[in-house]
């Protein structure tokens, strides 16, 4: 149930060969795995979701875990530097959405 794979990037090391690979099956989390069309050695692991998912996945958790973070200091002290007036953010996230809009501000003036 081998599908070709064309990776021209993935150089298998023990017989140098550029393609085209294989898939096997794969294991857990990873969709399948990609085997050296020449000599079937294993190469990579080929994961379940793309990397348009993957990149989304991570922001999300990554904004997930800033908003339970407190503002850190260097945060609040580069807010007065770029003048930010009310109310303290709550969180990492917010101070970091804000310093980001406080800095396009800036870069919009003339």
Known sequence: ???EQEAPAT???RCGATGPHTEGPGSGTHRA???CGACGVFLRW???H???VQTAR???YQQAWLAQQPATPRQL???AVLGYQGALPANRLEAST???HLKRQREERP
């Open 1 to 3: 149930m081998a599908q």
């Open 11 to 13: 150089v298998c090391p």
């Open 33 to 35: 795995r990609l085997l």
């Open 46 to 48: 080929l994961p379940t």
């Open 50 to 52: 793309p990397p348009e």
């Open 58 to 60: 991570r922001q999300q």
């Open 77 to 79: 002290a580069y807010l």
């Open 98 to 100: 804000a310093i980001d």
